[in-house]
């Protein structure tokens, strides 16, 4: 079920908002310490993602070209100004704490790299090992955002299933329209670059120095024209 990932992730932020909303009380310390204890493992699931790659020069040039187009554009920098900008339209039109709540928990949940990547890999691979783990972030993290803000983070949940099911659902389509040797290049090589990404978010979670993920999507793009160039001329 293609779908599956997305739709766990969904029941995740709902099930944590309801417990964040009955539990007032949750500690800083308790919070760091299980924060960091998932960003061990979301690098752990990168690493095993990263070793799925054939051709390791094409990964090196995937992320280099990804980072220096991401840099340049600074998908980064306007993603946070799409979200900042969310949140005051939203602020602006309701001015209550359930917006608010709404707004702040579906920025953390649809903008970010571990989405993007989670849903390509349900939709080419029907793998769904990407949005589970997600699904454990962005439900612990509703149980905290619920907790200080509200009933509104539940219903973050209703965009991040149709950005995600939109994303995985487009992937099936890509995949009948791909010869399956190229296809399978593709596949083995966007989740090895996917891997890596996957890696870098684990590595900010843990609160080493902040790597701009969201500046090296375009490698996942990079990567998928490598290969076809690869497939074409070195196969």
Request: charged letters at 15%.
């Amino acid at each position: 079920m293609v779908l599956f990932g997305t739709i766990v992730n969904g029941l995740a932020i709902v099930a944590g908002a309801w417990i964040g909303v009955k539990l007032k009380h949750f500690s800083a310390g308790m919070r760091e310490t299980v924060m960091k204890a998932i960003g061990l493992a979301v690098v752990v699931l990168g690493f095993t993602m990263a070793l799925e790659g054939q051709e390791f020069l094409l990964i090196i040039f995937s992320l280099a070209l990804g980072g220096v187009l991401g840099e340049r554009w600074n998908l980064e920098g306007k993603l946070n100004e799409i979200g900042n900008w969310l949140e005051r339209r939203m602020k602006r039109k309701s001015g209550g704490k359930m917006a608010e709540g709404f707004v702040a928990a579906t920025i953390l949940f649809v903008v970010g790299a571990m989405a993007i990547i989670g849903a390509l890999d349900s939709g080419f691979r029907n793998d769904h090992s990407v949005l589970l783990t997600k699904s454990m972030l962005d439900g612990f993290s509703s149980i905290v955002f619920a907790a200080a803000m509200g009933i509104g983070v539940m219903f973050s949940a209703l965009p991040v299933v149709l950005y995600q099911g939109s994303i995985a659902l487009a992937a099936t389509f890509i995949v009948q329209w791909v010869p399956e040797t190229w296809l399978d290049m593709i596949i083995s090589e966007i989740t090895a670059v996917g891997g890596i990404m996957i890696i870098g978010i684990g590595l900010n979670l843990l609160g080493i120095p902040k790597i701009r993920i969201a500046n090296l999507l375009p490698a996942l793009i990079v990567a998928v024209v490598l290969v076809l160039i690869y497939s074409q001329w070195f196969s």
